[in-house]
């Protein structure tokens, strides 16, 4: 009788525990780059405080994540994926020119950017062109 009542309750206890689990949301890995920040999110101060920007570095237009991009002022989620659909850039003023983002907000983040040109493919040496 003692076994049947302590199975019973172990069981009880795992479900109670399953059940607890389905509520919680788990984090977006960090290499997803398409769809963290969500257009509906709204960055915290915690999460702007761990982007290159915030640490006074400039932010690469062709290459960094849209995380780092959305937490440049006026920037935000939304305008993050157009400059991550718009790539690649040649330069800052790629932004307007492909009319990525508006004027006002270009004129906030132009001092905090920087455009490594678009990466040229290169042949292993010995080969031909």
Known sequence: MKILTAAVLSLLLLAAISYAKQGQQAAPP?????SYPADSHKMTPAEKSDTPSANGQPVDL???SKKDIAALPGIGPHYAQ?????????????LLKKKVIPQTAY????????VQGPKKQSLPEGAQK
């Open 107 to 114: 004129e906030k983040i132009q001092d905090r950017v920087t």
């Open 62 to 64: 062709n290459s960094a």
């Open 82 to 94: 157009n400059i991550i659909d718009a790539r690649p850039f040649n330069s800052k003023q790629d």
């Open 30 to 34: 960090p290499t997803d780059q398409s």
